[in-house]
């Protein structure tokens, strides 16, 4: 089997998986936040212009923050790529499809990239579910304005777009780390500490070194804080966390060719 199919074969095997409904609770949490907010059960602060309501990109951004700022997105994620690989070789539901396609990096790429579809497929959706049930319910209340762009001080709507960006493109790294933790460990232990990294990660964003500006969420933080932000410095952190992906990728590929599965 090729690399289109095995990722093919993944995606159908996620649909069909009652572990991938997981995926689907920041949109469920994004609903429920809303209906709190609307009906003044939740309370949100931002600063805005001064108005007391919320735009569409706002609102978006506020949300995105109260999932990813908890850690909820991450955390359902990672729980998601443990179990994608880490899961199927502890079963020993992994062995069945070494032996339909031979080549073990051909498996770890195409779990990889199918693993990075869905996660990327449920964090759009989320975003699209938060401005859907802004337009439902918040736009036409008094806490919403009902227009779509930022209204956050100094901050505009396509540096809100890129600051989520920067803080996906962290997921890349994250699922990397899941896949080679899982070689050795059980799911659960895969998933604790690939966490303990991510929240280790989070906490060095939010500091001023040169190992922090390697981060693409320490230039997402700067971004929403105003801060002059270089486009070649974005860059050069994002290439790097693709690097070390690909790295952690490579070594994952290497260890699992030596690996006896059962």
């Known amino acids: ?46 600063t805005t212009d001064g108005t007391g309501v919320y735009s569409c990109m706002d609102f978006v951004f506020i949300v995105w923050n109260v999932l990813s700022g908890l850690g909820i997105i991450g955390i359902l994620m990672i729980l998601f790529a443990a179990f994608q690989f880490s899961g199927e070789i502890e079963r020993g539901q992994i062995k069945f499809m070494l032996l339909r396609i031979g080549k073990r990096s051909t498996v770890v790429l195409g779990k990889y990239f199918a693993t990075v579809i869905v996660t990327v497929v449920s964090i759009v959706g989320t975003l699209l579910v938060s401005i859907s049930a802004y337009y439902l319910f918040i736009s036409g209340s008094s806490v919403g304005t009902g227009t779509f762009a930022s209204t956050i001080d100094g901050v505009s709507t396509m540096n809100v777009w890129c600051s989520i960006a920067l803080q996906m493109i962290m997921y890349l790294c ?6 080679l933790a899982g070689l050795f460990v059980n799911p659960f232990v895969t998933f604790s500490l690939t966490l303990v990294i991510m929240y280790a990660g989070n906490y060095l964003a939010g500091a001023e070194n040169a190992v922090s500006k390697l981060l693409p969420n320490y230039w997402s933080n ?41």
């Open 222 to 262: 700067q971004m929403i804080l105003n801060e002059t932000v270089k486009a070649e410095s974005v860059l050069a952190s994002v290439l790097a966390i693709v690097v070390l992906t690909m790295i952690l990728l490579s070594v994952t590929i290497i260890l699992f060719q030596k690996q006896d599965v059962r």
């Open 174 to 179: 994250l699922t990397g780390i899941t896949f």
């Open 1 to 46: 089997m090729s690399l289109a199919q095995i990722i093919k074969t993944e995606l159908y095997k996620n649909t069909h998986r009652k572990s991938s409904l997981i995926l689907f609770l920041p949109m469920a949490l994004t609903v429920i936040v809303t209906l709190g907010y609307a009906n003044g059960v939740v309370k949100l602060n931002l």
